[in-house]
């Protein structure tokens, strides 16, 4: 392995005070940089059993032991929070269903605006499979859906941040190369991701590998 001989240098920057910044600037400028996000289009169970399904690409994975998943589901316009944080409120649990290039359009069309209680699933008909470690349904074609219970909710200003444990795990059979020895090939999920605000997105086939350096092997090289 040839090792880089030093840092690049120092590039010319912009920098940006966003506790002066109003919100709309904030988020411009934070998910145009912050990508690609990956996708939490999350299910949930609402009043009288409808299944609530809304897309979020504030989320990420946060640890594994316990396996902990951090999603941020914004209020609508006139403050109120959304349904998919007083499904999880009230209930406990939720799936994170991941979203594959196949799914995109039906994905965003969850992201309108429906009236509160009225179920993206049953307006789109998207149909869903029951969950195996949580009342909560996944998406039948979702590549991956990670059943979780929700451990807290932290409020910080006007952001809302759901953790979750992640108790189950599904995956779409071709994309699991060896169940004994938990191999999953990741680019047959075929996942996307959100780059930046609205409307732009990131396939995640277009990968390299770059192998970490152990301590002894970076000394040889210097």
């Not at 396996?67 to 006139?78: E, I, T, Y």
């Not at 349904?83 to 594959?100: C, K, M, Q, R």
């Amino acid at each position: 392995m040839t090792l880089p001989a030093s840092a690049p240098d120092a590039l010319p920057v912009t920098h940006f005070d966003l506790t002066a910044l109003p919100g709309a600037a904030r988020y411009k400028l934070l998910t145009a940089t912050v990508t690609p996000r990956p996708i939490a289009w999350v299910s949930t169970l609402g009043e009288g059993g409808h299944v609530n399904l809304a897309p979020y690409s504030f989320f990420g994975l946060m640890g594994s032991d316990p396996p902990v998943v951090a999603f941020a589901p914004g209020d609508r316009a006139d403050g109120t929070p959304k349904d998919t944080a007083l499904n999880i409120a009230s209930g406990g649990e939720f799936t994170v269903n991941l979203v594959s290039e196949a799914l995109a359009v039906t994905m965003n069309a969850t992201a309108t605006d429906f009236p509160h209680g009225q179920g993206e699933p049953d307006a789109l008909g998207i149909p869903l499979t029951p969950g195996v470690k949580v009342a909560v349904p996944r998406v039948a074609a979702a590549p991956a859906a990670l059943e979780c219970r929700e451990v807290q909710t932290v409020l910080i200003g006007r952001t809302r941040i759901i953790l979750g444990e992640v108790l189950g795990l599904t995956l779409r059979a071709d994309a699991v190369q060896d169940a004994d020895r938990h191999h999953v090939d990741t680019g047959a999920l075929d996942l996307i991701g959100r780059m930046g605000g609205r409307g732009t997105y990131a396939r995640t086939r277009d990968t390299f590998v770059i192998d970490r350096i152990p301590f002894e092997e970076w000394q040889k090289g210097q």
